[in-house]
Structures are given as structure tokens and as C-alpha cells.
């Protein structure tokens, strides 16, 4: 007997169809499958019958505690305009008074 593979979204924790590009709970974008077992990331077509580096496709266990929401961090360049707007905005109110 051969389980079907389930895609997991390592950020909410909900099950997610396979041809799912984003979560429909969190929005999280999908770049690729990532085995929970071993870690073995890849296409999603090479996930169609459980990871192919250790076989993994059974379901979590009924009361498994899911894992923490991953927080996504911002692009270095994100803070540098922060910051450079910041300085700006402080020379500008001291060259005005």
C-alpha cells in the first residue's frame, strides 16, 4: 500500500494541496517541498510519492504539537532606507529651526 504524499506549510501548519503555490491561511509563498523527516528540499514533482531521499509521506500524529511560526526577515536594504529616511527627516527638522 502506497501513502499519498501531504504538503505541509512549515509556516501555519495546515495541510496544502499539492499544485498549492501559496498557503490559503497565511499567504506564505512556496518555492519549493522541504522533507519534515530529513530536511531534503526539492521540486514538488519529486515529493509525488514521499520524500525521495528517506521515503517520508506518513501524516503527523492526531495532538502532534505544531511547530513555531518561522518569522521572515526583512532585506538588509529595507533597513538601510528606514534609517537613511530617518537621518533625512532629522536634518531636515534641524536645518529649519
Known amino acids: 500500500m502506497t501513502k499519498k504524499a501531504r ?4 509556516n501555519c501548519g495546515i495541510e496544502v494541496g499539492a499544485s498549492e503555490k501559496r498557503c490559503p491561511k497565511c499567504g506564505r509563498y ?13 521540486e514538488e514533482a519529486s515529493f509525488t ?4 531521499s528517506c521515503g517520508y ?9 505544531k511547530p513555531p511560526p518561522q ?4 532585506p538588509l536594504w529595507v533597513y538601510a532606507l528606514v534609517i537613511s529616511g530617518m537621518i533625512l527627516a532629522l536634518v531636515l527638522l534641524l536645518f529649519n529651526n
Do not use: M, Q, T, Y
Open 7 to 10: 504538503f505541509i506549510c512549515d
Open 30 to 42: 512556496f518555492s519549493s517541498v522541504r522533507c519534515p523527516k530529513c530536511g531534503f528540499a526539492g
Open 49 to 52: 510519492n514521499g520524500c525521495p
Open 57 to 65: 509521506s506518513a501524516a503527523p500524529p492526531r495532538g502532534a504539537a
Open 71 to 74: 518569522k521572515e526577515e526583512l
